[in-house]
Structure formats: structure tokens, C-alpha cells
């Protein structure tokens, strides 16, 4: 090639590389926002760098991508309130709840008792002066139906206050009677409370064999699971399979988890001791310690409960919170002696009473009211879950006497 081609060819490209810049500065004018636009950040997805100059204080570097503003501050959000100590909530009416609703269930599994109390006002007030002879009479009659010495006298003495002297008929006794025992139980009448902010609130349930201990423990169960609270039950009753198997049945049932022995006869302290670890663990609100039925008049086996009550300690201090006594309403005056027993050996803080509705003594239940002022936390007159409800003073009062 000759020299002069050489030189051409170079002007050439170098009028080609000035022409490219100009269009490309063009271009970059043309896609530049005019002064005093806000320059459009990147996605939050991409990185931002900022300079150096910027990052200290300086003023942007030319070219330099504006930096994100910072994210507003998030609001603080407060926190949940702590949950509120729960009490037994009446379970649902069912569809085919007997008319009259739990009243008329009380009443009916009452009756027993009822007529026990009441045949012998009825005979005995007839329009008839309320004398000493009939007060002796009253009390006696009081005390045949399981009322007890204590309570009976008071009643009694209640009447010679307000009525000696005058003439009552047999309905006027039964209201009267009515008042003074809704008196003697009012201070008992305390539903139970549980504290799901302890995760878990633990019920220790006590009682000799055959109270119904394991089936309050399923009622139980269900009642707060329908009150929106996580439950758990410990199958304590190691040596009795058809006790363990009731309660994973009811599990199953409630969504309440259950911890059960490996295998029969298991350490029911160990059980228990492994049970609340996981429940804390898992935050459970509500754990209902099943437990053998203990015969009051043996010490090795009331030492035994000690013992779950001492393991129970060694993680949480203040459990059991709250320790269960469960009667069975038809032992009479057998269950003061039981309560009076558990009372001293386990620190009973309540008390459930079963199977009114087998029973002519549910009377007792004004003797232990009387006797020990435990509180009354429920009772029970069936097999359902709808009949295991809250104890109410006047409700169990008229019942008890046959009026509506």
C-alpha cells in the first residue's frame, strides 16, 4: 500500500471513532433526567454501592448511582398480652340435651338424695309449730342424710332463730333448708383456675380407687381443649393398662397429647418427671397428671404420691399448682375421712365430686364443706363431658332439696 493510502486510511477511522463518541455522549444526554429530577433508584434487589465521598460526608462522585434512603424504622410492635388465669367454661349444650338444660340434669341425678332428705320433712311438717321436738327431729333427719354433726346443728340452729315458735308447712321447711345449706357451701364454691402462663398450669389428681379419677381427667381435658388451650395428660396409673388406654382414647379424641408409660408397672415419678420437661418444651398450657388410686389407710402408697410430687419439684418449684381430690359421692362419710387423710399428705387444694347421680349422699358434700372449707370445684352427675360442670352453692342447695 503507498503512504498516501496509509494516511488516508487512518483519518478515515479516526473521523469514524469521533462521530461514535458524539452520538454516544448524544445518546447519554438525550437519556439523562433534566436538572433538579430525582434520579430513579435501583430495585431493592440490586446492591447499591456508595462512594467513598458520600459515604464520609462528601458530595456524590459524577456518575455515582444515588444511594436507597433508609428504611423507615419499624414500628414496635407490642407485645401479646399474657395470657389470663382460665376457669372451667360450661361445655356446649349437646343437640340432645334433656330439657331444662344442666339444672334439670343436677336435679335428676340428685334425686336419690333428694328423696332421702325430703320424705321425712315432708311426713314430719305439716303444718306443724316448729318446736324443740321437731328441731330434734329436723336434725336427726339432717344427719341420716349425710348433712353431718356439724352441719346439721347449724342448720338446725338457724331455724331456732328465725322460726322457732311458728307454724310451717312442708314447703316453707325445704326453702329454709334450702338457704341455710346454699349459706354453709357459698364459701366453697370456687371453679378451678388454671394459669396457661405457667406452660404448663399442672393438676395433680388425686383419689382412692375408683373415684372416677381418670374419666375427670378426659372431661377435663376436652373442656379446656374447647376453651382454646393446648392440654396434655400423663397416664400416671402405670399398673393399670385400661386406665392408660382411656386417656390416649381421649387424646386421640381432645388433641391432647399423652404421655404414657413404656411399659406397665413404669416409674409413675419418672413418668411424671419426663412429662413435664416435654410439656415446657413444647409450651403446653394445661398438664393433668393422672395417678393410682391410693387406699387412704396405706402409708407406703401415699408416700409413693409424695414422691411424684417431690420430682414434679426439681423443675418447677411451685408445681403441682393445683392438687385435685376426686370423691365418689356414694362412700357417705367416708370421703371426710379421705379428705382429711390426702388433705394432710398431699396438700389438697380442691375438691371434685362424682357420681351424684348413683348416690343418696350427696349431702355429704355439705358436710365437707362444713367440716373442711376445701373448695367445691365441681361436680358430677353423669358420664359425659356435659356433666362434669362448675359448683354452684345454690343450685346444688335446691337440688339437693327438690325444689326448681
Not at 353431718?148 to 332463730?161: D, K, L, M, P, Y
Not at 380407687?209 to 378426659?218: H, R, S, V
Not at 364443706?369 to 360442670?389: I, K, N, S, Y
Request: glycine fraction near 8%; hydrophobic fraction near 45%.
Amino acid at each position: 500500500m503507498r503512504p498516501q493510502d496509509d494516511a488516508g486510511a487512518l483519518r478515515e477511522a479516526e473521523a469514524r471513532q469521533q462521530t461514535a463518541q458524539r452520538e454516544a455522549e448524544a445518546r447519554e444526554a438525550a437519556a439523562a433526567p433534566p436538572p433538579g429530577h430525582a434520579v430513579e433508584l435501583r430495585p431493592p434487589s440490586e446492591p447499591v454501592a456508595i462512594p467513598p465521598a458520600q459515604a464520609s460526608g462528601g458530595a456524590p462522585l459524577p456518575g455515582a448511582v444515588a444511594p436507597r434512603p433508609a428504611a423507615p424504622a419499624a414500628e414496635p410492635v407490642p407485645a401479646a398480652p399474657a395470657a389470663e388465669p382460665v376457669l372451667i367454661a360450661p361445655a356446649a349444650e349437646p343437640a340432645t340435651a334433656a330439657p331444662g338444660g344442666w339444672f334439670s340434669r343436677l336435679k335428676s341425678g340428685l334425686a336419690r338424695s333428694t328423696a332421702r332428705l325430703t320424705e321425712g320433712v315432708t311426713t314430719l311438717f305439716r303444718k306443724r309449730r316448729l318446736d324443740e321436738a321437731a328441731l330434734e327431729e329436723l336434725e336427726e333427719m339432717l344427719i341420716t342424710a349425710d348433712l353431718g354433726v356439724a352441719a346439721s346443728a347449724r342448720i338446725v340452729e338457724g331455724f331456732r332463730r328465725s322460726r322457732f315458735g311458728k307454724e310451717v308447712t312442708d314447703e316453707e321447711v325445704k326453702a329454709a333448708l334450702a338457704e341455710e345449706i346454699a349459706a354453709i357451701l357459698a364459701p366453697v364454691a370456687h371453679e378451678m383456675e388454671v394459669d396457661p402462663r405457667r406452660a404448663p398450669h399442672v393438676v395433680l389428681v388425686v383419689g382412692v380407687n375408683g373415684t372416677g379419677k381418670t374419666t375427670t381427667i378426659a372431661k377435663l381435658g376436652r373442656i379446656y381443649r374447647e376453651l382454646g388451650l393446648t392440654c396434655g395428660f400423663v397416664a400416671g396409673d402405670t399398673f393399670r393398662a385400661a386406665a392408660v388406654e382411656q386417656l390416649q382414647i381421649w387424646g386421640e379424641r381432645t388433641g391432647c397429647q399423652v404421655h404414657a408409660p413404656a411399659k406397665p408397672g413404669a416409674d409413675a415419678a419418672g413418668l411424671a418427671f419426663d412429662a413435664l420437661r416435654a410439656a415446657k418444651e413444647a409450651g403446653t398450657q394445661v398438664l393433668l397428671v393422672d395417678t393410682a388410686g391410693r387406699l387412704h389407710n396405706k402409708a407406703a402408697l401415699m408416700e409413693e404420691l409424695r414422691k411424684i410430687i417431690r420430682v414434679l419439684k426439681r423443675q418447677d418449684e411451685t408445681a403441682p399448682h393445683s392438687v385435685l381430690l376426686v370423691l365418689d359421692a356414694t362412700t357417705g362419710q367416708n370421703a371426710l375421712q379421705q379428705v382429711k387423710v390426702f388433705k394432710e399428705m398431699v396438700a389438697v387444694t380442691g375438691l371434685a365430686v362424682t357420681k351424684l347421680d348413683g348416690s343418696a349422699k350427696g349431702g355429704v358434700v355439705v358436710a365437707l364443706a362444713q367440716e373442711f372449707g376445701l373448695p367445691v370445684h365441681m361436680v358430677g352427675v353423669g358420664e359425659t363431658a356435659q356433666d362434669l360442670r362448675p359448683f354452684t352453692a345454690r343450685d346444688f342447695a335446691r337440688g339437693l332439696v327438690g325444689l326448681d
